[in-house]
């Protein structure tokens, strides 16, 4: 079994930042990926970006990249998405999901793992 507990969300003006993390505990194994996700209200769970566990390999959502960062910290089971230059698109409900197998062709309920999400509002 693996938890993961999500901090960080908040209320922030366009053009600014967040930082979001995602403590894991339990059974994280090396070949785990930890990905982050969001939902906004009346649109599907999508994916945002993705970091391996061990290797450090990351994969972006073409809507986030050159704006966000996902990193680890192997030390303290902690993942984060550092939020750069937000847009009110960008609000919604972010989630942190596990699973051993890095396939982003699949859909998000095949996931293994999820937290409990955190919300992200981006104000115009």
């Known amino acids: 079994q693996v938890q993961l507990v999500e901090s960080g969300g908040g209320l922030v003006q366009a053009g600014g930042s967040l930082r979001l993390s995602c403590a894991a505990s339990g059974r994280i194994v090396s070949n785990y990926a930890l990905n982050w996700f969001r939902q906004a209200p009346g649109k599907e769970r999508e994916f945002v970006a993705a970091i391996t566990w061990s290797r450090g390999s990351t994969w972006y959502a073409d809507s986030v990249k050159g704006r966000f960062t996902i990193s680890r910290d192997n030390a303290k089971n902690t993942v984060y998405l550092q939020m750069n230059s937000l847009r009110p698109e960008d609000t919604a409900v972010y989630y942190c999901?596990?699973?051993?197998?890095?396939?982003?062709?699949?859909?998000?309920?095949?996931?293994?793992?999820w937290g409990q999400g955190t919300q992200v509002t981006v104000s115009s």
């Open positions: 999901a596990a699973d051993p197998v890095i396939d982003l062709s699949r859909p998000w309920y095949r996931y293994k793992y």
